[in-house]
């Protein structure tokens, strides 16, 4: 069974723009959770999409933004990028159901220049 | 709001050590509790889910322990091996979590093992 797959996995912008990355589940899986890793703050929450709809939403600002597709696959959005926005972003899966472990990702390692 | 921390921060140890792993967190109203792995550049492994009605869970070499109404868990590794250097991050739902805070986990700052041979 394929594991959770995110593309792609390197990513140089400038300040200013916007980005998307992609996110996959596992097979099976309805939920998808997003989250920023840095070394200074480590790993916080961003936003968990379940059946197409937002469902939990973290500290961020309105520029980071999220969908998910019918087929659960997900895209995260960072819009004027700032050099702060630099960081590993992390995808993680689960059935979304009570309890159910989550499964993560490679990673995207965003820089912002 | 939760606070999960990790000591100890960094730990150093000779191969086929046994090794302890502490995580604590502030608000003991949780429903499971996860320990995963993460090796550099990399994303996380799962390596051990407890439930809020367990005490302990194993897989192979590491066992895990929770003590809901201390706010703690350990992992314990043993027999180490330089295979296991990495850094081990515990992660937490939401307390009190009703059912629609499944993805949403708070995580400790990890602590970072190197297992020298």
């Known amino acids: 069974k394929a594991g959770v797959t995110q593309t792609p996995r390197y990513l140089i912008k400038t300040r200013g723009q916007q980005v998307t990355l992609s996110c996959s589940p596992i097979?099976?899986?309805?939920?998808v959770s997003w989250y920023q890793q840095t070394p200074g703050q480590g790993l916080q929450f961003l936003f968990e999409?379940?059946?197409?709809?937002?469902?939990n939403k973290g500290n961020f600002p309105g520029r980071f933004s999220g969908r998910q597709f019918s087929n659960s696959r997900s895209e995260m959005n960072v819009s004027t990028l700032e050099l702060g926005d630099s960081a590993l972003y992390l995808c993680?899966?689960?059935?979304?159901?009570?309890?159910?472990?989550?499964?993560f990702g490679n990673g995207t390692r965003l820089t912002v220049t | 709001k939760q606070e999960v921390t990790q000591i100890p921060a960094a730990l150093s140890v000779p191969e086929g050590e046994n090794l302890v792993l502490n995580c604590s967190f502030t608000?003991?109203?949780?429903?499971?509790l996860q320990w995963f792995r993460q090796d550099p550049g990399k994303g996380l492994t799962s390596l051990l889910l407890?439930?809020?009605?367990?005490r302990e869970q194993t897989s192979g070499r590491l066992n895990a322990s929770l003590d809901k109404s201390s706010g703690r868990s350990t992992l314990y590794i043993a027999a180490s091996q330089p295979g296991d250097s990495a850094t081990y991050l515990c992660a937490v739902p939401p307390a009190n979590a009703g059912g629609t805070s499944y993805g949403k986990l708070t995580f400790g700052q990890g602590t970072i093992l190197t297992v020298h041979p």
């Open positions: 097979s099976g899986h309805r939920s």
């Open positions: 407890i439930q809020s009605s367990q």
């Open positions: 993680a899966s689960s059935s979304g159901r009570p309890r159910a472990p989550l499964h």
């Open positions: 608000d003991s109203a949780i429903y499971n």
């Open positions: 999409y379940f059946s197409e709809t937002q469902r």
